[in-house]
């Protein structure tokens, strides 16, 4: 039985592409709509993701060696400061469901408004 664990992770707009990149090169392509939704930190835009993850992916958006593994792995040329650069610039917390907008306050964000269709 896979385990879970809850994350929110928030990427700036300037890191999602490549994120969304190794994300799908590690964890496959049902994953390439990671951060779905965006928030906005004054006129910054980031993208957010929320909820239950695997227990065995929690290590790679965490700590810099294990990304940097499974990309080695995954055959993505990245290098480890890179994955440090990586996962400094992003925001990786415990809290979600209901903890979520004290993670946005927290941060100076909010909900960016859904765009018109």
Do not use: N
């Not at 994300?23 to 965006?38: D, K, N, S, Y």
């Not at 990245?78 to 996962?87: D, F, N």
Request: glycine share 8%; hydrophobic share 45%.
């Amino acid at each position: 039985m896979t385990e879970y664990q809850q994350r929110t992770v928030i990427v700036p707009d300037a890191l999602i592409a490549q994120v969304r990149g190794l994300v799908v090169l590690i964890a496959g392509e049902g994953q390439a709509g990671f951060c779905p939704r965006r928030v906005l930190q004054g006129a910054s835009t980031w993208w957010l993701s929320s909820g239950p993850i695997e227990a065995a992916m929690v290590p790679l958006i965490e700590d810099p060696a294990a990304m940097h593994a499974a990309c080695v792995e995954a055959g993505a040329p990245t290098t480890l400061a890179q994955c440090k650069q990586l996962l400094a610039a992003c925001i990786v917390d415990p809290r979600t469901g209901d903890d979520l907008p004290a993670v946005l306050a927290e941060h100076g964000m909010q909900y960016a408004p859904d765009p018109e269709s």
